[in-house]
């Protein structure tokens, strides 16, 4: 867990992808710097003097110092371009969900592919001979003219991917794909229960160690900071924001006088100053159903809304039939961990529905498509025999057709959406 300061956590570093910008600048410069030695080195052992004269070193110390320059402003370019295309989808998206595009893999190997370019080219140029009416080096010359028609072309590709990457299609596809590697990666199951039994005696209670986001839950260090028989009943989850005036967990033992660890206790839980997706499956799954609320509250945007839904469909499906798993655990020494409030799949459902509803039941089409999506997961709930999302999806059908008369829908698009909503109810 990260240090605090005036009880908030620090910034990591991660975070800002610093690490992985080191790392990229770093090989790039190694890179460059390796590549220009190597083609300085044929020119002087192998091709000295060159077969061909292509003109004088003092013209080549101008020509490789343009190309220097040439390079840095096409990479300054390629970045630009991206914020461009950035500006232009603005209208679709929130910006929360653009800042997330912002942040390119694509675009960071390119900008140290350039770096690594602009480095060869330097060196190649400080290794020139000192005498400025020899020969013009013919490896290494033509290596610097590479690298600077590459630069140009790499250009076209961060346009082209840039394009491709914010289109709204594209876009909403790699964050239903986000939500779908959270989920996969959210650890099994290892105790499954019925029922949680309540605390023993006294249970006392463990307090928040800081201000933030719920990030993760350690329940392996929380199990072993306990006396041998005790139980931590969790009053937290992950994607929470949590205070130092937060109970986050409550701690009783089989014995009065038994002494536990509360401070390890409360250390097992992780915080952060942001919410990141990578974990937290609400937050990932809140990110896609932005873009639809967006697109239907300041454009009335319905055919991306549709796309959001059908992709937000296909992620809820899979939610309710995988099942989300709680952090119970259980050792042989009777030390237990209940998780009492975790995120299950009707939480889910809940939450994407009730973003949604508000403003798809002001419109005919984007209201019908809710209805088609809550029928769909219906379906899933029911091989599943998931009891609690069938009652949920029952619950949001009826307040969709509340706020529908209260928006004072037409009759004729009533009678539709009483039909879809019939058959979203009702199990045949």
Request: glycine letters at 6%.
């Amino acid at each position: 867990m990260g240090k605090y300061r005036f009880g908030r956590p620090w910034p990591r570093l991660t975070n800002l992808r610093l690490g992985e910008i080191t790392v990229a600048m770093g090989l790039a410069l190694l890179t460059g710097l390796g590549a220009g030695l190597a083609a300085t080195a044929v020119d002087t052992r192998w091709v000295s003097p060159p077969p061909v004269r292509l003109g004088s070193v003092e013209g080549a110390r101008v020509m490789l110092g343009s190309l220097t320059a040439g390079v840095i402003t096409v990479a300054v370019f390629g970045l630009w371009m991206r914020t461009v295309v950035v500006g232009l989808m603005a209208g679709h998206f929130s910006p929360r969900t653009l800042l997330i595009f912002l942040d390119d893999r694509f675009q960071r190997n390119l900008l140290a592919f350039m770096s690594a370019g602009a480095v060869t080219i330097m060196v190649i140029q400080l290794r020139l001979p000192v005498d400025g009416q020899a020969p013009v080096p013919l490896v290494s010359t033509t290596l610097a003219v590479l690298i600077a028609l590459a630069a140009l072309a790499g250009v076209l590709l961060a346009v082209q991917q840039a394009t491709r990457s914010l289109s709204l299609p594209e876009l909403v596809s790699h964050l239903a794909e986000e939500v779908l590697g959270v989920l996969y990666r959210l650890p099994e199951s290892r105790v499954e229960l019925d029922e949680v039994p309540p605390p023993v005696f006294e249970p006392r209670t463990v307090m928040a160690t800081g201000t933030g986001w719920v990030t993760g839950i350690d329940i392996d260090r929380m199990r072993t900071a306990l006396p041998v028989g005790g139980v931590v009943h969790l009053r937290c989850r992950i994607g929470e924001f949590i205070t130092p005036r937060r109970a986050v967990a409550l701690v009783s033992s089989i014995e009065v006088d038994t002494e536990v660890e509360l401070d390890d206790v409360a250390s097992a839980i992780q915080l952060a100053r942001t919410r990141s997706p990578d974990m937290d499956l609400a937050f990932s799954v809140s990110q896609l159903v932005d873009v639809a609320t967006f697109a239907l509250q300041t454009r009335a945007d319905t055919s991306t809304a549709y796309e959001v839904m059908v992709h937000l469909e296909d992620v809820l499906e899979e939610i309710v039939d995988r099942g989300l798993p709680r952090l119970n655990d259980r050792d042989d020494e009777g030390r237990c961990v209940y998780d009492e409030v975790g995120w299950d799949a009707s939480d889910i459902v809940q939450l994407c529905v009730e973003r949604l509803r508000d403003t798809a039941s002001q419109d005919p089409e984007a209201s019908r498509h809710l209805m088609h999506m809550l029928h769909r997961i219906r379906m899933v709930a029911e091989n599943r025999q998931a009891n609690d999302v069938i009652a949920e999806v029952e619950y949001q059908v009826k307040l969709v057709l509340a706020l529908v008369d209260h928006n004072g829908m037409v009759s004729r698009d009533r009678q539709r959406l009483e039909r879809v909503a019939e058959v979203a109810v009702n199990s045949d």
